[in-house]
């Protein structure tokens, strides 16, 4: 289930209730999270108590979704942003087949809290769907397309137009004439741009027609989901 507690609540519960707990702090602030843990451990070490509470750190998108999805975390309590919450709500939900649960000992909230959810209307999907991020997608460095075979040492790859043309290096770089180094910075050069996104601009020959090499970085993306 999920609930909806005061930070500082929800551990004190479950060690009360004699479980363990795994935390995740938001990524923007992983220092404070291990300095909070190793306080924490002294005082679960004194008493013999060692693991009963951990911490991960990670992004959201990838250690966040990992957490909220993983049926062996029968109990989820979260404390921030309403985006963050709205998703944390929707995967419980479909994992419990319910749609609300809390916890209030105010029975004046509660009866205010009741009364809001009766008068809530469910929304379809595609409706509450949002999109995400490119930052929380995973990062593929260009070599890796070399490394997994989908592009070879000596290939040619060239702009939209077939103007510029660079080869690809075993070493993940690519030359084009006096211009070496990253996708983007040999896509910079050859334009005398000041930056270029090298996903976009370089393409690969496929089927008779240019394509970026965006779709190679999707499949590797889609592999690792």
Not at 85 to 97: D, H, S, T
Not at 116 to 121: G, H, L, Q, S, T
Not at 172 to 190: C, D, M, N, R
């Amino acid at each position: 289930m999920r609930l909806s507690l005061p930070p500082e609540r929800a551990p004190m519960i479950a060690a009360i209730c004699g479980d363990t707990m795994v935390w995740k702090p938001s990524s923007l602030t992983p220092l404070c999270a291990v300095a909070v843990q190793n306080i924490v451990n002294k005082v679960t070490d004194a008493h013999g108590l060692r693991g009963v509470f951990c911490l991960t750190i990670g992004r959201g998108s990838t250690v966040g979704e990992r957490m909220i999805n993983d049926r062996r975390i029968p109990l989820v309590s979260a404390t921030g942003s309403t985006p963050m919450g709205v998703r944390i709500g929707e995967v419980v939900a479909k994992r419990l087949g319910r749609r609300f649960v809390g916890l209030e000992r105010d029975e004046t909230y509660a009866a205010v809290a009741r009364k809001r959810i009766a008068e809530v209307r469910r929304a379809d999907d595609e409706s509450i769907a949002t999109m995400g991020s490119k930052r929380d997608e995973p990062r593929i460095p260009f070599g890796w397309l070399v490394e997994r075979g989908l592009l070879q040492p000596g290939e040619v790859l060239s702009d939209p137009t077939g103007r510029w043309t660079a080869r690809v290096r075993a070493d993940g770089t690519l030359i084009s004439a006096e211009h070496k180094g990253s996708i983007h910075q040999v896509g910079a050069a050859v334009q005398g741009a000041p930056a270029c996104n090298g996903w976009t601009f370089w393409c690969l020959v496929d089927g008779g027609k240019r394509v970026p090499i965006d779709v190679l970085r999707r499949k590797l993306r889609a592999e690792l989901n």
